[in-house]
Structure formats: structure tokens, C-alpha cells
């Protein structure tokens, strides 16, 4: 069973906080990997993708070890606004279906 | 920017009655998935979609469900009988690429209540 694990968290930080998440996945031969964040009852939204030299999109830093079957995401100098699940999605298949994890929480606080 | 919409927003049915969610994904997008996330439990895939025609679908995908795209622009997904257990989030995605690193697109979901 192809699956992809996560600490579910809930990851409770200051405003300004590093926060690290990681993530890892079973199927070595998995080829495209995403980091979506969900709000409370909302869709999954594209974060960034995770190429495997490493890649940072403004605050966010995505990792991807293929030995390890691991990713990361490091989010710096948190805001209140980043307060969601984050969902770290491995794309399977020949058709190219998504496999989620259950997602870390993360609240930034005051 | 363009985005995939899903009506209804929220569909309440009785148990044992068809449901019919529909999609608008985007116009130039050629894959088209849907997934569910039952409430507190992650999202799941049920079947992708191309060319007209199934492509993939998993074990949640039974003679229960089917898919349709019936005018070039909606996309739609059928519960036959609707049982209990079908109540979840029901998303459905698109994306001009299968490969890659090209991005699924989600549109804001229906949610299901089977009562």
C-alpha cells in the first residue's frame, strides 16, 4: 500500500517562529512531490512544489531527499495567516493521481 | 486566474438516493480527477479522467460511483445509492499535465451529507 506519513502535530508556534515539517513516502519510484496547505473545510491549495536540487518560494523552503524517501518544509518568521493543515502530497501512477498525507496542523499565535 | 468550480456547495440526501456533484474545470486542462476527504481523515483519490474516458480509479471507486463529462465543459461525478458512509468532502481537480511537476488544480469541493 503506497502511503505517505506525517505528524499530524498540531504545531503550536509564535509569530516569528522557524517551523520545520517533514514527511515520508513509501513508493521509491514516486516522481513529483508537493507541499498543498488546507484550510478548516476548505480545498487543498498548491504551496509549492519540491524539486529535487531543494527550491524556497519567498518564507517557504521545500527539501527532498529520494534516498531517504523524505521531504521537508521550513517555513520562516511565521505569520498569523499561515495558521493551517499542511498536506504533503506525492504524485502516483500513470495517470498521475495524488497520494495525500493526513497533514500537520500548524497555529501561529500572537 | 482560472479556477475549477464545483456546485452544489453542500448537498443534503437521503440514504439509498442518486447524487450527481458537477465540475467546471479549467477550459485548457486535459486530466480531470475526482478525490474525497471524509471529515478529519485525509483526502483520498477516486478516479482520474481522460481523453473521455477512466483512466484510474481505486477501491473506492465502485459500481456505485461513475463519471461522466457530457458537454466538453462540466465534468461530473454520479452516486448510484448513496449509502452513509459516503459523507465526505468530495473535491474534483484538474490539470494540463499528468506528469511532471505540473500542479493538480482543486476546486472548493461539495460537501456530501447523507442523512
Known amino acids: ?110 | 486566474e482560472p479556477e475549477v468550480t464545483q456546485t452544489p456547495s453542500h448537498q443534503v440526501t437521503q440514504m439509498g438516493q442518486e447524487v450527481i456533484l458537477r465540475c467546471v474545470p479549467i477550459s485548457n486542462h486535459l486530466y480531470f480527477y475526482w478525490y474525497r476527504q471524509i471529515l478529519g481523515q485525509k483526502v483520498e483519490f477516486l478516479v482520474s479522467f481522460y481523453n473521455n474516458e477512466i483512466s484510474e480509479k481505486s477501491e473506492i471507486f465502485d459500481d456505485q460511483f461513475s463519471v461522466e463529462r457530457p458537454d466538453g465543459s462540466n465534468f461530473t461525478l454520479k452516486i448510484r445509492s448513496t449509502k452513509l458512509e459516503d459523507s465526505a468532502m468530495y473535491f474534483c481537480a484538474s490539470a494540463d499535465d499528468r506528469a511532471g511537476n505540473q500542479p493538480q488544480h482543486f476546486g472548493d469541493g461539495t460537501r456530501l451529507s447523507i442523512l
Do not use: H
Open chain 1, 1 to 110: 500500500r503506497k502511503e505517505v506519513e506525517q505528524d499530524p502535530g498540531p504545531f503550536n508556534v509564535p509569530e516569528g517562529a522557524t517551523v520545520a515539517f517533514n514527511c515520508t513516502y513509501s513508493n521509491s519510484a514516486s516522481q513529483s512531490f508537493f507541499w498543498y496547505r488546507q484550510d478548516c473545510r476548505k480545498e487543498p491549495k498548491l504551496l509549492m512544489s519540491v524539486y529535487s536540487s531543494g527550491n524556497e518560494d519567498g518564507r517557504f523552503t521545500a527539501q527532498l531527499n529520494r534516498a531517504s524517501q523524505y521531504i521537508s518544509l521550513l517555513i520562516r518568521d511565521s505569520k498569523l495567516s499561515d495558521s493551517a493543515t499542511y498536506l504533503c502530497v506525492v504524485r502516483e501512477g500513470s495517470q498521475g493521481n495524488l497520494i495525500f498525507g493526513k497533514g500537520t496542523k500548524l497555529s501561529v499565535k500572537p
